[in-house]
C-alpha cells in the first residue's frame, strides 16, 4: 500500500507510520493492543498505571502486591505484545507520580521495552533507571518550553543524554492526564507557540533534531512534527 506518511524514528527504532497509540491505564492500552497498533506499524503503547489489577498476581485482601503485581504483569504484557508483533514498536507508558515509576521503568528496559514514555509530571531522573539499556528510547511529556528546556538541561547535565523524542501536552485540548499547565492562560499560548519555541531551543541551543509528538484533542491518533 502506497503512504504518504513517513516514517518515525525515535532513537534507534523505527515505526512505518508517525502515529503513537494513546497510553490508556487500567489495562485499556494492554499488550494485544499494543502489539496490534506495532504490527499494523505505528507505535504501540502499553500502560502500566494499574496493570497488576485484574492479574493473577494480585490479592485483594493483601494491598501490598498491588505493586508486585504491577511488576509481574507488565513482564507478562511485553511478552505477549512482542509475541504477536517480534519486530514492531513497543513502548511503555509510566506515570511519574506513581510510586512504582522507578521500579516498572527498570523493568521496562529489562524486559525488552523499546522506548518508555513518561507522563503527569517532568522526569527528571528518568535516565538513571534505564542507563544499563542505552537503546531503550526515552520520550518524557511536556507541556510547555520552560520544561522542555529544564528537562533537558537537567538530563545533558546529570546524564549527558537527551530525549530521544518529546511529547508535547496540549494542554488547552487534552482530555487525559495534564504534565503541567500554568501557562494556559497567558495571552497567546497555544499549541503551536509551544511547538515553535521548543523546536528553536532543541535545535539552536542544543543542537538536536528529536520528533515532536503532540497530543491533545485527537485522542488515540497523536499527531508528529518533526523538527
Ligand atoms: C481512558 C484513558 C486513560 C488514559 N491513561 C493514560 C495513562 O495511563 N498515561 C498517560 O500518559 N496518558 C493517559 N491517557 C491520556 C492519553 O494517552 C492521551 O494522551 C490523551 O487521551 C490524548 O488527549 P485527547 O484524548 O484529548 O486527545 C489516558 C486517556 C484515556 C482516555
Not at 22 to 39: H, I, Q, Y
Not at 147 to 160: D, E, F, I, P
Not at 194 to 204: A, D, G
Request: net charge neutral.
Amino acid at each position: 500500500m502506497h503512504s504518504s506518511l513517513h516514517p518515525l524514528q525515535i532513537g534507534k527504532h523505527i515505526a512505518r507510520y508517525p502515529i503513537m497509540q494513546a497510553a490508556m491505564a487500567v489495562r485499556v492500552s494492554g499488550a494485544k493492543l499494543a502489539g496490534a497498533v506495532a504490527n499494523a506499524g505505528g507505535v504501540g503503547m502499553i500502560a502500566t498505571l494499574g496493570i497488576g489489577l485484574d492479574s493473577p498476581y494480585f490479592n485483594p485482601r493483601q494491598k501490598s502486591s498491588f505493586f508486585t503485581a504491577n511488576r509481574l504483569a507488565l513482564i507478562d504484557e511485553l511478552a505477549k505484545a512482542r509475541s504477536i508483533s517480534p519486530d514492531g514498536v513497543i513502548g511503555v507508558n509510566i506515570l511519574v507520580g506513581t510510586k512504582d515509576y522507578p521500579e516498572l521503568a527498570k523493568t521496562a528496559a529489562a524486559e525488552g521495552a523499546n522506548l518508555i514514555v513518561t507522563g503527569g509530571a517532568v522526569a527528571l531522573n528518568l535516565p538513571e533507571y534505564t542507563a544499563d539499556y542505552p537503546d531503550v528510547a526515552l520520550v518524557p511529556t511536556v507541556a510547555n518550553a520552560d520544561s522542555a528546556q529544564y528537562l533537558c538541561q537537567t538530563w545533558k547535565s546529570r546524564y549527558n543524554r537527551l530525549p530521544d523524542a518529546l511529547i508535547l501536552e496540549n494542554c488547552q485540548k487534552v482530555g487525559g492526564h495534564f504534565t503541567q499547565c500554568e501557562q494556559i492562560n497567558v495571552p497567546g499560548f497555544s499549541i503551536g507557540w509551544v511547538i515553535s519555541q521548543v523546536r528553536e531551543y532543541l535545535t539552536e541551543t542544543m543542537g538536536v533534531r528529536i520528533p515532536l509528538i503532540v497530543t491533545g484533542e485527537l485522542a488515540i491518533a497523536p499527531i508528529l512534527i518533526k523538527c
